[in-house]
């Protein structure tokens, strides 16, 4: 009896074994795939981490472009607030612009008949004048109305000239001069000597001859009188700042000789 227990007690530990192995076996392979397992979230937790990280990277970017984009969107905004007040500005300043244009030519419709009546009146003073400087001051009047005709000459323009020319006739009545020019009718150089606007004499260069403009008769006249010639002589060399000015004899008509 004791022979066949312990022969049941040697097949039986075997059998633990066996039963032993078969267990660790099974907890081996377990745990194997519990680690396989693992391995697998951890490796999945890595690549979710991955794309996290990545996609915090690209909001924080966006984030950035967004900062971006509202302070360049502020920016134009102020900018376009000012550049439609200046717009605005500008289209006030032509409308200004068109109503001074618009009463520019209705002013230019009175002043252009104004300055041609102008250069005429100055052409009949020139005329009616000591003859001094005639063909110069001729030319200009005759400049003045061609200038009328041009179109690239402004009206502004225009009238500048005509009122410089008016100063500078103006400017004859307070100044004197001597020059030398052709006496009319004649070939001769003379000098004349101007005081004025009230007399107009002249002398040749030898001094031989003396003369004036008649305001009466509207002629070159000789002067009899040799009196004058030293007199004149001597006002001739004061304009030509040759001479201190002093005081001289001149034949100045009286008021029924400008008549």
């Given at each position: 009896?004791?022979?066949?227990?312990?022969?049941?007690?040697?097949?039986?530990?075997?059998?633990?074994?066996?039963?032993?192995f078969s267990v660790c076996s099974v907890q081996a392979g377990g745990l194997d795939s519990t680690i396989e397992?693992?391995?697998?979230?951890?490796?999945?937790?890595?690549r979710s981490q991955t794309r996290v990280s990545s996609l915090a990277r690209q909001t924080q970017d966006l984030l950035t472009e967004y900062r971006a984009v509202v302070r360049e969107t502020e920016?134009?905004?102020?900018?376009?607030?000012?550049?439609?007040?200046?717009?605005?500005?500008?289209?006030?300043?032509?409308?200004?612009?068109?109503?001074?244009?618009?009463g520019l030519e209705e002013t230019n419709r009175g002043v252009v008949p104004l300055m041609l009546a102008m250069i005429d009146t100055l052409g009949r003073i020139v005329e009616a004048d000591i003859p001094f400087r005639i063909e110069e001051r001729r030319a200009?009047?005759?400049?003045?109305?061609?200038?009328?005709?041009?179109?690239?000459?402004?009206?502004?323009?225009?009238?500048?000239r005509v009122m410089e020319a008016y100063q500078g006739e103006l400017e004859f009545g307070r100044t004197t001069e001597a020059y030398s020019e052709k006496l009319p009718?004649?070939?001769?150089?003379v000098d004349y000597l101007r005081v004025g606007r009230t007399l107009l004499v002249y002398q040749t260069s030898d001094g031989s001859v003396t003369g004036w403009?008649?305001?009466r008769t509207r002629q070159f006249e000789e002067l009899d009188d040799s009196r004058f010639r030293l007199e004149v002589k001597e006002g001739l060399a004061i304009a030509?700042?040759?001479?201190?000015?002093?005081?001289?004899?001149?034949?100045?008509?009286?008021?029924?000789?400008?008549?």
């Open positions: 009896m004791p022979t066949i227990l312990q022969f049941r007690a040697i097949l039986t530990v075997p059998g633990v074994c066996a039963l032993l397992i693992e391995q697998q979230i951890n490796d999945g937790s890595a920016s134009l905004k102020i900018y376009n607030d000012n550049l439609e007040r200046v717009v605005n500005d500008q289209r006030d300043e032509v409308q200004s612009i068109n109503r001074q244009l618009a200009r009047v005759a400049r003045l109305r061609d200038m009328m005709d041009q179109a690239e000459v402004t009206a502004s323009e225009k009238y500048r009718g004649t070939e001769q150089t403009f008649n305001p030509r700042n040759e001479k201190a000015p002093n005081l001289v004899m001149l034949p100045v008509p009286g008021p029924e000789a400008a008549q």
